[in-house]
């Protein structure tokens, strides 16, 4: 039976999957932690929950040791706006707390670390169309130097001291459950919200603007997945690109269209449009389709239904 712990549990995906994992692993089997206070109080209740800085060795370990972890999901991290706004903080919590994570693992000879990266990874130089898991990855932005880093140490980590780590390269997720908080992709989320209450809204990305998207339910089955794939199996370990949509603001805004026909868009581009220019429009995730069977279930369409619905 694994004792897992998960950091970042306060956050848009931390909080998703600490409600998945503790209905496979049972609620007090998933240790939930975070720098803040989960939001939902029901999630507070439905299992232990401790705070925890993760650039705190001690504390991690102390926490880890009480509890008796084997297995350590590590969502704790700062995204790309608010890295580019702190870059100290995003390397701090980002490589600080990661290496923390992997020598508390390795200390503790853990079965299993879950750390996951990004499509951040990529910069102006890499191909930006249907961007091959293996590419040139020169990333401008601290979180993209980051993640890039975290899963050249992953791997060191895995070849070096035989350990089980796994990590995927999330798109831009959209959820409403949780808000974001200081991604580029951020907007994808923004819209819906501001569709359904305003009826319009003001993007800081321009309309042309394309990213790779996917939908909570999809990121939940591909963490989820990726954790229990055969690891004897895996030829990569820390860096599967897993692709689900991908879609221009301004296809978004003509699908949200479709339920609000009003809906009104306008562009203000800011600093973010850069971060946004840096990254592919879309992936190929062929490795994780054959290591570990990766298919997702949501489009733009379904997607934009459930969103609207939901909210
Ligand atoms: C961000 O926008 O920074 C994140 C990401 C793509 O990793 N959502």
Not at 41 to 70: M, Q, W, Y
Not at 110 to 132: E, H, N, W, Y
Not at 196 to 213: D, H, I, Q, W
Request: glycine content about 6%; proline content about 5%; hydrophobic content about 40%.
């Amino acid at each position: 039976m694994k004792r897992i712990l998960l950091t970042g549990a306060a956050g848009q995906i931390g909080s998703e999957l600490l409600f998945e994992l503790r209905k496979i692993y049972g609620n007090n089997n998933v240790i939930a932690s975070d720098i803040k206070p989960l939001l939902a109080e029901s999630s507070e209740h439905s299992g232990p929950f401790e705070f925890l800085n993760i650039t705190d060795r001690v504390a991690l370990f102390n926490l880890c040791k009480r509890h008796n972890i084997d297995a350590i999901i590590s969502m704790a991290a700062i995204l790309s706006a608010k890295g580019e706004q702190n870059p100290q903080l995003a390397w701090d919590i980002n490589i600080t707390g990661l290496i923390n994570v992997f020598e508390v693992a390795r200390e503790m000879k853990m079965k299993q670390v879950l750390v996951p990266s990004s499509i951040a990874v990529f910069g102006p130089d890499t191909p930006r169309d249907c961007t091959p898991q293996e590419t040139i990855l020169n990333p401008t932005t601290m979180y993209g130097i980051t993640k890039v880093t975290g899963e050249l140490l992953g791997d060191y980590y895995v070849h070096r001291y035989g350990l089980d780590i796994r990590g995927l390269r999330y798109p831009g997720i959209i959820s409403n459950k949780t808000l974001p908080g200081g991604g580029t992709t951020d907007y994808a989320i923004a819209i819906f919200y501001d569709a359904v209450k305003y009826g319009k809204y003001s993007c800081f990305v321009a309309e042309n603007t394309r990213l790779p998207m996917m939908y909570m339910p999809d990121c939940l089955k591909a963490t989820i997945d990726l954790l229990h794939a055969d690891f004897s199996k895996l030829k990569h370990h820390c860096n599967f690109n897993v692709g689900a949509m991908s879609f221009s603001v301004k296809e978004l805004a003509t699908e949200i269209r479709k339920h609000i026909p009003n809906f009104q868009i306008e562009y203000k581009p800011d600093f973010r449009q850069a971060i946004a220019d840096s990254w592919p429009q879309s992936i190929d995730d062929t490795p994780a389709r054959k290591e570990w069977g990766w298919k997702p279930a949501y489009n733009l369409e379904t997607m934009t239904e459930d969103m609207i619905n939901a909210i």
